[in-house]
């Protein structure tokens, strides 16, 4: 079993810079992918990247690419999500999941644990 707990979001203007980290428990996390998806305020939750076990192989919505950078340090069972440039369309609640042997990262059923969620929120 792995829970998940995401952190760092808030407020920050167009622009702007924030960093989500999310806490895994479980001896398994190093063994997992890793994912972080969004859903904004009347849209369906959607893929935003994510980072294979070993951390060698990363991938990136479209509409992130270039901004944003996720990250995992297996020794403190966390990964982080370096949001950069932010635009007021990156205005969601940001989820981490996570599950084993997963191939199709940008795919949300194939990940059976997931945190509650985080809010960002860009202001223009």
């Known amino acids: 079993q792995v829970q998940l707990v995401e952190s760092g979001g808030g407020l920050v203007q167009a622009g702007g810079s924030l960093r989500l980290s999310c806490a895994a428990s479980?001896?398994?996390?190093?063994?997992?992918?890793m994912g972080w998806f969004r859903q904004a305020p009347g849209k369906e939750r959607e893929f935003v990247t994510a980072?294979?076990?070993?951390?060698?192989?990363?991938a990136y919505a479209d509409s992130v690419k270039g901004r944003f950078t996720i990250s995992r340090d297996s020794a403190k069972n966390t990964v982080d999500l370096q949001m950069n440039s932010l635009k007021p369309e990156d205005t969601a609640v940001y989820y981490c999941?996570?599950?084993?042997?997963?191939?199709?990262?940008?795919?949300?059923?194939?990940?059976?644990?997931w945190g509650r969620g985080t809010q960002v929120t860009v202001s223009s």
């Open positions: 479980g001896r398994t996390f190093s063994m997992y992918t």
């Open positions: 980072i294979t076990w070993s951390g060698s192989s990363t």
């Open positions: 999941a996570a599950g084993p042997f997963i191939m199709r990262l940008a795919t949300q059923r194939d990940y059976p644990y």
